[in-house]
């Protein structure tokens, strides 16, 4: 019911020729009430202007349900409700207006204010996740394709990668937020002839009417065409923003839940926090695994606000409504605390260099037999030889590995071999996996500096703020 209220002091607004009394309001716009009654001028008294003033904080949601149950109209419930309390502004109220008007309208506030609490949260994300990454751009690390050992990487590039969708994330719900617009004054199919008949067929005061509005609501853009509703388009951009942003928190807290599995990186655990009631030794990545749960419900939203607007018939069909209550409420309030928990994460995560590096040297040896074999053919040796040297004891060390459960001992091989003598001064340079990292620290620098931290500047003033609300 709050967003009607919401809606209800705009149409007070609107209809305001004069008033001295300064509003508790949720816009931007100053209002210059001597403007607005040059401007509109409707015939409407300064008495029904004060009592409907006196009323924008005082509703009675008991007598509205009542006659809620009876008109089976949630506007008009309050329509009649402001009008008993407002007995001499009674005749004016909603003039030529309709439910969309208030519902439509408060929606896009209340849209564009909700995308301003989630941005904010999502750049604090940001911030600290490049903050990690830039600690550990150059710790080497096992990199995977097919989740099967690959060439290293290094923790702060794969961290880079994750935060490199946030932005693309935030650019996204960004350009959502800018490109809401206010659906004004339209009425019943969105011709707004119902206010062409109030402005006496002045259509000139009618498009003045509805800029206004959507000055007075902040926004400097409206849809200029509308059916009924606003296009439910609207909806499904920012809900598929929302929803995108759900795939990405899920991607990354999926690889945070995997790299916790091989226990190279963990999640924030508090020294009193129970992993298991069952298995006291436990130390489940929970917060990850609950981002997951509640991104997966973000990413399924999609789905609804699309359908929702395919089944749009001409001006307006009503099946949106009962939907899109659920749908968009639940995008940002899923949103949020998903982008709470993450934040959280962020804030804690902890790695462990000896088992990334224990891990390292179990594949490492594989990966650097190319460039033992460019060593020893420095030295004077035969590529093929070397070739069929290397690939017969590799394949003894798997076996060792895979076979005997033993560890890679290919690098012991190799020194018992009297063939690689030549070059075994050099073995320790050419097993440096920091030599295996290619330029993922100058990556990760230069991906800051150029992506990261402009994004980061926009949003300076509120970045302090959230970080507090996240402890
Ligand atoms: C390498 O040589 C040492 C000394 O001869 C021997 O103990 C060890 O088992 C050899 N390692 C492998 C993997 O063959």
């Not at 149950?69 to 005749?91: F, G, N, Q, S, Y």
Request: include cysteine.
């Amino acid at each position: 019911m709050w967003h009607i209220m919401g809606a209800f002091k705009l149409i007070i607004k609107v209809k305001i020729k004069k008033s001295t009394r300064k509003h508790k309001i949720i816009y931007n716009t100053p209002v210059n009430h001597d403007q607005m009654n040059v401007e509109l001028g409707l015939d409407i008294t300064d008495e029904q202007i004060s009592e409907l003033e006196s009323a924008i904080h005082d509703i009675d949601f008991k007598s509205a349900a009542e006659h809620e149950k009876m008109v089976r109209h949630d506007v008009m419930a309050h329509v009649h409700t402001l009008a008993e309390r407002c007995p001499k502004a009674a005749p004016i109220i909603h003039l030529g207006a309709t439910s969309c008007y208030v519902g439509d309208n408060t929606d896009l506030i209340v849209l564009r204010h909700g995308l301003d609490l989630l941005l904010p949260r999502l750049a604090a994300i940001i911030s600290q996740l490049s903050q990690f990454a830039n600690e550990y751009k150059s710790l080497p690390m096992l990199g995977f394709t097919h989740l099967q050992p690959a060439q290293l990487t290094t923790v702060g590039k794969r961290a880079s990668l994750w935060l490199s969708d946030l932005l693309m994330d935030e650019r996204a719900l960004s350009r959502a937020r800018e490109d809401l617009r206010f659906r004004g004054v339209k009425g019943t199919t969105g011709t707004q002839a119902s206010f062409l008949q109030l402005f006496k067929g002045d259509g000139e005061k009618v498009r003045a009417l509805d800029k206004r509005v959507a000055e007075l609501a902040g926004f400097d853009k409206r849809y200029i065409v509308t059916g009924q509703t606003y296009s439910r388009k609207v909806d499904l951009e920012v809900i598929a923003a929302l929803s995108g942003l759900g795939a990405t928190v899920h991607k990354m807290c999926s690889d945070i839940r995997l790299l916790a599995s091989r226990k190279e990186l963990e999640e924030p655990f508090e020294a009193s926090q129970i992993g298991s009631s069952a298995m006291p030794y436990k130390r489940n990545p929970m917060r990850s695994e609950r981002c997951c749960a509640l991104a997966r419900h973000l990413i399924t939203l999609h789905a609804n606000a699309a359908n929702t607007h395919a089944v749009q018939w001409l001006e307006r069909t009503l099946d949106d409504s009962a939907n899109r209550r659920i749908t968009l409420a639940e995008g940002f309030l899923t949103a949020d605390a998903t982008l709470l928990t993450l934040l959280n994460i962020c804030q804690g995560l902890v790695v462990y260099p000896k088992v990334i590096a224990r891990h390292i040297a179990q594949e490492l040896p594989f990966m650097a037999t190319e460039n033992i074999i460019m060593a020893v053919v420095q030295a004077g040796g035969d590529r093929q030889v070397c070739h069929e040297k290397i690939r017969v004891l590799s394949h003894e060390a798997g076996a060792q590995v895979k076979q005997h459960g033993k560890d890679n001992d290919l690098i012991e091989r190799v020194k018992n071999d009297s063939y690689f003598a030549p070059i075994l001064s050099q073995l320790d340079k050419i097993l440096d996996a920091s030599t295996f990292i290619g330029r993922a620290p100058e990556q990760v620098t230069e991906f800051i500096e150029e992506e990261v931290n402009p994004v980061l500047n926009k949003y300076k003033q509120s970045l302090a703020e959230v970080l507090n609300l996240s402890h």
